[in-house]
């Protein structure tokens, strides 16, 4: 756990990175395995009106984010700026070519985040992981 609060620097590699990703006009993805900028590659199929791939992205980077910040005030906001940044990127889209603002992008986006909230709390409440 301390390895990653040691190096913050991950955290912040992970969430520029995925900015990036969703400010690109396209998909960088499409274009680096497809040749192809407006095609986006699907790791799974989603989920009803949840897009799987926003969804593990904002679940990784939530991660990553609770094992880089540990103290209460720090997690504090760190779920406001998850929520935050969640909400924005999607709206980013209305504005950027090629990229559309969607629903299910949004929901995927905000369930990422409260999954890895809600198991957080679990461990928290029942002591996982505790000696």
């Known amino acids: 756990m301390k390895f ?11 969430n520029i990175s ?11 993805f499409g274009c680096i395995f497809f040749d192809d900028c ?4 699907q ?4 989920f ?3 897009s799987s791939n926003h969804l593990y992205a904002f679940f990784i980077v939530s991660i990553f984010g609770y094992l880089t910040f540990l103290k209460d005030k720090q997690i504090k906001y760190l779920i406001i700026y998850l929520i935050l940044l969640a909400i924005l990127l999607e709206i ?3 504005f950027i070519p090629q990229r559309s603002f ?3 992008d949004l929901f995927g986006n905000l369930l990422g985040v409260f999954v890895v909230i809600f198991f957080k709390n679990l461990i ?4 996982f992981f505790k000696k």
């Not at 609060?5 to 955290?11: E, G, L, R, V």
């Not at 928290?124 to 002591?127: A, D, E, R, T, V």
């Open 102 to 104: 969607q629903w299910p």
């Open 4 to 14: 990653f609060y040691n190096y913050k620097i991950i955290f912040y590699s992970i």
């Open 18 to 28: 995925l900015i990036i990703l969703y400010l690109f006009p396209g998909s960088i």
């Open 124 to 127: 928290n409440k029942y002591g």
């Open 38 to 41: 407006s095609i986006q590659p």
């Open 48 to 50: 009803a009106e949840i």
């Open 43 to 46: 790791i799974t199929s989603d």
């Open 92 to 94: 980013c889209h209305l």
